[in-house]
């Protein structure tokens, strides 16, 4: 490979470092709904599954959830398949912090998360809603 190759090599490369770290600063989009007496928490994750979600939980009124998957080329290791290239667009790992839409009074406690399912990439968390007023 000659050095003009090299440099369309190494740009390219630098190119998709540069792609990734903004998507993984934008990853994932999350949408906040009501339900009855619920609050519903959406969020993208394609390519996770329940059992890669880490972290869970309400602090205040701030939800938190983060996980991390592996890549399709350590997955084909461990099926014993050879892997000569690979180019990942989707992040292997998340941590997003989402304010919930409710203000809790000074002794109140943190509602939980009542529900969590992925299913077809969207992760689906169930919060029972606060007796503290909503702000929507």
Do not use: W
């Not at 390219?12 to 903004?22: C, R």
């Not at 009124?61 to 180019?87: A, C, F, Y």
């Amino acid at each position: 490979m000659g050095l003009l190759g090299l440099l369309v090599q190494d740009f390219e490369e630098g190119f998709d470092k540069l792609g990734k770290s903004i998507n993984e600063a934008v990853f994932p989009f999350v949408d906040i709904y009501f339900e009855d007496d619920e609050i519903k928490v959406t969020m993208d994750l394609a390519g996770f599954n329940d059992s890669d979600i880490d972290e869970l939980e309400i602090k205040r009124n701030t939800l938190i959830v983060s996980g991390k998957r592996e890549s399709i080329k350590e997955h084909k290791k461990l099926e014993g398949k050879p892997i000569t290239s690979i180019n990942l667009h989707r992040p292997l790992k998340f941590r997003s912090v989402i304010l919930l839409p409710f203000k809790l009074k000074e002794n109140e406690k943190a509602p939980k998360v009542t529900h969590s399912k992925i299913e077809n990439g969207v992760l689906t968390i169930t919060v029972h809603k606060p007796k503290s007023e909503c702000r929507y």
